[in-house]
């Protein structure tokens, strides 16, 4: 990220700066809106909700007045009032990448939106920054091959796990050490709970000042599941075993915990995605000052003798295995400097390699019957898990992202993995055609 605040104030003083979009304003949208506001050399012209009202909120709260937001779902309306220096506010997500901005920021979290939304934006010329982990996993490869072809960039985020992770990854494998693993530290882990759903979580979320839903999603292990796998599909590491091992540990243990086993750890082979759960006190509160909460970890290894007296005297560990990591992380604050990083440097901060490398797949969260409607994730029908893509292909295991608002056709057992046929697929969804040709091509 170095120097692009140069660039953005080089941006301002020319009288150019970015624009922006943004799909969906809830707390980590508006965060993005207000941010950007802080900046040089970027604008937000538009935002998208499904409550316009959050939208015009993500305006008002940065010092717009009502008279500068122009609220319209018609494109043509939309561009007329940025070009008259006017905002716009819109219930209709279709109509952000149709507008004259330079980026679409998807922050909605729903793999239809985020497959919808960026699919028009690439195909209309914008780069994509997909703050939709749950949307990337699901057709992040096809996302980014239409991105190259179309010469534009397709990108997850900084700030959020995946883009910071994948900082990490680059710092150690880029000096030559052999990356061990990678992996995420998440508060919601120290109450690891596969049957939380938004009624048994809601007080906590409420005191959190959370949705419930959302909130659910991580207490459940789902949204680690999707993250890792971003990772995952950005660097070639893989799981361990299935789900991960996410161990329970402090963070002077992270390094000889991910060894091999026939080092005293706990892997089967170098090279994973993991995560931690993270410990807690003797009072049963998450333990801030020996732990790594909300932090992100590279476990890392090297076999000449200098460096791993340097490593050891800059306290990463006693070896052979060291420990770099980031205490925390900020979503909503740096996912602006991906916009930055898209447009100045013509990069992406994270993105698919290729193919999937790892897939989420859908386990039931209780039993279900025939009829029944999945509701995704962080609610009360289903959970993500990680798996290799074979097994998942062998299986006909059915892709996370598209367990939301579509019936059973059969009944299923808690904890077993749902199938393609188990399910009536939403024909007209296009995450589930794109999914598709994903498969066909990457295969």
């Keep these: 990220m170095l120097n692009l605040n140069h660039h953005l104030a080089k941006l301002e003083e020319e009288g150019a700066p970015i624009r922006v979009g943004v799909v969906g304003t809830g707390r980590m949208g508006t965060g993005i809106v207000c941010q950007i506001a802080r900046m040089k050399g970027m604008n937000t012209l538009i935002a998208a909700d499904v409550s316009v009202e959050r939208a015009i909120r993500a305006f008002e709260i940065n010092g717009y007045k009502k008279d500068d937001i122009v609220v319209t779902e018609d494109v043509a309306e939309a561009n007329d009032a940025l070009e008259r220096g006017k905002v716009v506010a819109t219930g209709d997500a279709n109509v952000v990448p149709r507008t004259e901005v330079d980026v679409v920021v998807d922050a909605t979290g729903v793999p239809e939106v985020g497959a919808g939304v960026g699919l028009a934006s690439l195909t209309n010329g914008k780069h994509t920054i997909m703050l939709n982990v749950e949307a990337d996993v699901l057709v992040g490869p096809i996302l980014n091959r239409i991105a190259r072809r179309s010469n534009v960039i397709y990108s997850g985020v900084y700030g959020d796990e995946p883009g910071l992770i994948k900082e990490l990854y680059d710092f150690a494998d880029g000096l030559g050490f052999e990356v061990v693993a990678l992996g995420k530290v998440p508060v919601s882990l120290a109450h690891f709970n596969r049957e939380a759903n938004p009624e048994n979580i809601a007080e906590e979320a409420q005191s959190l000042g959370q949705n419930p839903k959302m909130f659910c999603s991580f207490r459940d292990a789902s949204k680690t599941m999707i993250e890792m796998a971003a990772v995952s599909n950005?660097?070639?590491?893989?799981?361990?075993?299935?789900?991960?091992?996410?161990?329970?540990?402090?963070?002077?243990?992270?390094?000889?915990?991910?060894?091999?086993?026939?080092?005293?750890?706990?892997?089967?082979?170098?090279?994973?995605?993991?995560?931690?759960?993270?410990?807690?006190?003797?009072?049963?509160?998450?333990?801030?000052?020996?732990?790594?909460?909300?932090?992100?970890?590279?476990?890392?290894?090297?076999?000449?003798?200098?460096?791993?007296?340097?490593?050891?005297?800059?306290?990463?560990?006693?070896?052979?295995?060291?420990?770099?990591?980031?205490?925390?992380?900020?979503?909503?604050?740096?996912?602006?400097?991906?916009?930055?990083?898209?447009?100045?440097?013509?990069?992406?901060?994270?993105?698919?390699?290729?193919?999937?490398?790892?897939?989420?797949?859908?386990?039931?969260?209780?039993?279900?019957?025939?009829?029944?409607?999945?509701?995704?994730?962080?609610?009360?029908?289903?959970?993500?898990?990680?798996?290799?893509?074979?097994?998942?292909?062998?299986?006909?295991?059915?892709?996370?992202?598209?367990?939301?608002?579509?019936?059973?056709?059969?009944?299923?057992?808690?904890d077993t993995p749902i199938t393609y046929e188990m399910v009536e697929l939403d024909e007209s969804s296009t995450a589930l055609q794109l999914r598709r040709l994903q498969d066909k091509l990457f295969s």
Aim: charged fraction near 20%.
């Design 234 to 414: 950005a660097t070639g590491l893989v799981p361990d075993v299935p789900g991960m091992h996410g161990p329970s540990i402090l963070l002077k243990d992270f390094a000889p915990t991910f060894n091999l086993k026939s080092q005293g750890g706990i892997l089967n082979r170098k090279g994973v995605v993991d995560f931690v759960c993270p410990p807690l006190n003797e009072r049963g509160e998450i333990d801030y000052a020996n732990g790594l909460p909300n932090g992100l970890f590279c476990v890392a290894t090297t076999d000449h003798p200098q460096i791993r007296e340097d490593l050891i005297y800059h306290k990463m560990g006693n070896g052979p295995n060291y420990t770099f990591y980031r205490p925390y992380h900020m979503v909503g604050v740096e996912v602006p400097l991906t916009i930055a990083h898209a447009v100045i440097r013509k990069e992406p901060v994270v993105a698919p390699l290729g193919g999937i490398v790892s897939e989420v797949t859908t386990k039931a969260k209780k039993d279900l019957a025939p009829g029944e409607m999945l509701d995704g994730g962080g609610g009360f029908t289903v959970y993500a898990f990680m798996e290799l893509p074979e097994v998942a292909r062998r299986g006909n295991m059915l892709p996370f992202g598209l367990a939301e608002n579509i019936r059973m056709k059969a009944a299923v057992k808690k």
